[in-house]
């Protein structure tokens, strides 16, 4: 395997148009994986480890773009983050082991397309875009247009996640991530749910909510949400609506859980959900 690390956005994209069939690379920690394991055995790989532009995090009044070579550790470590998108940061606090999310980056996360990625919902609910460079130009496209199948992006041949932008939620809201998996910590997630609710005087006016584990990809759920816009934050309120999520989620049966379960967890979680709206004290994490 030949490795090419270019030190600039151009190099980068250079190298893919010199090397069509080539693998991007951040931190590895998917893409060695499963080299070993015999299933992709790319012949080139561009790393993007050097790529300082693309590993950097900067506050733009309303939004925080995030370089896709931004680590897990390094979401964790920016004040930024942690004060302004709660949301994302505990995310990542709940993803993999320590050692794993000093190499992770939130680009390879978004790439690698899995039905379970951490990210992906709070990202969702969020209302994140993608910047995405080739040598036609720059061009920004919601994270819901992204990622269109399990494994699979509308990336182009040429092109390179550069970014993702994520606006920073405005006034009081509700932020809520949890993801149940097979054990406590270092798990996959079997079922996860990212949520972003704004409520005034009792009553829900805004409600986001992202599954994650439960589709091909992240399921948003508009008939739930705008079933919640106008009514209080109560258990009844969210007990209400879980017929409308039985409906909209698929999920599988595989060797983590069986479909049977994960529609109970799904419901399950928006319970939970209910339990913070009722007492917003903050965001709520839970594993």
Same mark, same amino acid.
Request: hydrophobic letters at 45%; one cysteine or more; a neutral charge.
């Given at each position: 395997?030949?490795?090419?690390?270019?030190?600039?956005?151009?190099?980068?994209?250079?190298?893919?148009?010199?090397?069509?069939?080539?693998?991007?690379?951040?931190?590895?920690?998917?893409?060695?994986?499963?080299?070993?394991?015999?299933?992709?055995?790319?012949?080139?790989?561009?790393?993007?480890?050097?790529?300082?532009?693309?590993?950097?995090?900067?506050?733009?009044?309303?939004?925080?773009?995030?370089?896709?070579?931004?680590?897990?550790?390094?979401?964790?470590?920016?004040? &930024?983050?942690?004060?302004?998108?709660?949301?994302?940061?505990? =995310?990542?606090?709940?993803?993999?082991?320590?050692?794993?999310?000093?190499?992770?980056?939130?680009?390879?996360?978004?790439?690698?397309?899995?039905?379970?990625? &951490?990210?992906?919902?709070?990202?969702?609910?969020?209302? =994140?875009?993608?910047?995405?460079?080739?040598?036609?130009?720059?061009?920004?496209?919601?994270?819901? &247009?992204?990622?269109?199948? @399990?494994?699979?992006?509308?990336?182009?041949?040429?092109?390179?996640?550069?970014?993702?932008?994520?606006?920073?939620?405005?006034?009081?809201?509700?932020?809520?991530?949890?993801?149940?998996?097979?054990?406590?910590?270092?798990?996959?997630?079997?079922?996860?749910?990212?949520?972003?609710?704004?409520?005034?005087?009792?009553?829900?006016?805004?409600?986001?909510?992202?599954?994650?584990?439960?589709? @091909?990809?992240?399921?948003?759920?508009?008939?739930?949400?705008?079933?919640?816009?106008?009514?209080? @934050?109560?258990?009844?309120?969210?007990?209400?609506?879980?017929?409308?999520?039985?409906?909209?989620?698929?999920?599988?049966? &595989?060797?983590?859980?069986?479909?049977?379960?994960?529609?109970?967890? =799904?419901?399950?979680?928006?319970?939970?959900?209910?339990?913070? =709206?009722?007492?917003?004290?903050?965001?709520?994490?839970?594993?």
């Amino acid at each position: 395997m030949n490795i090419l690390f270019p030190t600039s956005v151009e190099a980068a994209l250079d190298a893919l148009q010199v090397n069509p069939t080539a693998r991007v690379m951040a931190g590895g920690t998917d893409l060695l994986v499963k080299r070993r394991a015999g299933s992709e055995t790319p012949e080139i790989v561009v790393c993007l480890e050097k790529v300082a532009d693309i590993s950097c995090i900067e506050v733009q009044e309303d939004r925080i773009r995030i370089g896709a070579a931004t680590t897990m550790s390094g979401l964790l470590d920016n004040t &930024d983050i942690r004060e302004r998108l709660p949301l994302l940061h505990r =995310a990542a606090e709940v993803f993999a082991s320590p050692l794993v999310r000093n190499m992770a980056t939130i680009g390879g996360n978004i790439c690698t397309a899995s039905p379970a990625a &951490d990210t992906l919902p709070p990202l969702h609910v969020l209302g =994140a875009e993608v910047e995405i460079y080739s040598f036609s130009g720059k061009r920004c496209i919601p994270i819901s &247009d992204f990622v269109v199948a @399990p494994g699979r992006t509308s990336l182009a041949s040429g092109e390179l996640l550069g970014a993702v932008i994520v606006p920073v939620p405005q006034g009081r809201t509700i932020g809520y991530f949890e993801k149940v998996g097979k054990r406590k910590a270092l798990a996959i997630a079997v079922v996860s749910l990212a949520a972003l609710l704004r409520v005034e005087r009792n009553v829900i006016t805004e409600a986001r909510l992202a599954w994650g584990s439960v589709g @091909p990809t992240v399921v948003r759920c508009s008939d739930v949400e705008s079933q919640l816009i106008g009514s209080a @934050p109560t258990l009844e309120t969210f007990r209400s609506v879980g017929e409308s999520v039985r409906r909209a989620i698929h999920p599988i049966c &595989d060797v983590r859980a069986s479909a049977e379960y994960r529609m109970e967890v =799904a419901v399950n979680l928006l319970l939970r959900l209910a339990e913070q =709206a009722a007492d917003p004290t903050g965001i709520k994490v839970g594993f």
